[in-house]
């Protein structure tokens, strides 16, 4: 539950650092995890472009660039992200550091993530992306999420707390089962939840959300599940997601998607 208007809540943070010369000691901010005040990962974000290393002779781009995806496939996957950030710290490469914890008081963890993202992290980027910078690959979870992405923030549907939410998770079984939704809003009183399944994700994801879906019907009345399919996704994955009640839409409708919402939100 977010906490009420104007109380605050006790956050720790850490930013991972790209060091080029460790001799130097020059560091980088690419990366911020924040953590409730029990040690319990939240939420994380990477770095989405690299351009303030590019003149730095001793950057591995490539390397940045393999880590950046790694790391957004497994946090777009959700479940265990937080094992997978334990061990990327305990297994540190020379180039890679981790900051001290530092705390703060703050309000709601999805405003504070991007806030310290914007802070610490991100490069201020003109009008469009970045000339050169790599694009996600083709038929992975981080193209189809940018690609839900850009067509919902044409839309609107971020514009303020009460519509599109981002990586909402939510439990369906035990406290330590949870899953990551891509996006969710509440129409009506009830949550209609929203997820990308891309070409590279295999039988056995699509079978997990089913899974997640029947479980989560059990705990939250009225909830809703609509799945949007990556091109080139199989008949039978569909079939598999409509059996299991969830709503299909092929990547190519994201614009009547994005409407949709607008009309369910009456916006």
Known sequence: ??????????????????????????????????????????????????????????????????????????????????????????????????????????????????????????????????AGDKEPLPGSRRALRRRMEDVFRSYHLFANGDRLRRDVKVNYGSSRLQFSFDYAYPPNGATRYLHGLALHDDLSRAEKLCFVYDRLRARERGAGLTVVLDVGIQDDVKELMESSQIACCEAERLDELALAIRNDLGL
Do not use: W
Not at 32 to 52: H, I, K, P, S
Not at 71 to 99: C, D, I, M, P, T
């Open 1 to 130: 539950m977010p906490p009420a208007q104007g109380s605050t809540i006790e956050y720790r943070f850490e930013l991972l650092r790209y060091v080029p010369n460790v001799v130097a000691g020059e560091a980088f901010n690419i990366g911020v995890l924040l953590y409730d005040d029990a040690g319990r990962l939240l939420d994380a974000r990477f770095a989405e472009e690299f351009r303030r290393l590019r003149c730095h002779p001793l950057v591995d781009l490539d390397f940045l660039h393999a880590l950046r995806n790694e790391f957004e496939e497994r946090r777009l996957h959700g479940e265990g992200f937080s094992a997978y950030v334990s061990e990327l710290k305990k297994n540190l490469a020379n180039s890679l550091q981790v900051s001290e914890v530092a705390a703060f008081r703050g309000e709601n963890a999805i405003a504070e993530i991007e806030r310290l993202f914007s802070s610490y992290v991100a490069t201020p980027l003109p009008a469009g992306r970045a």
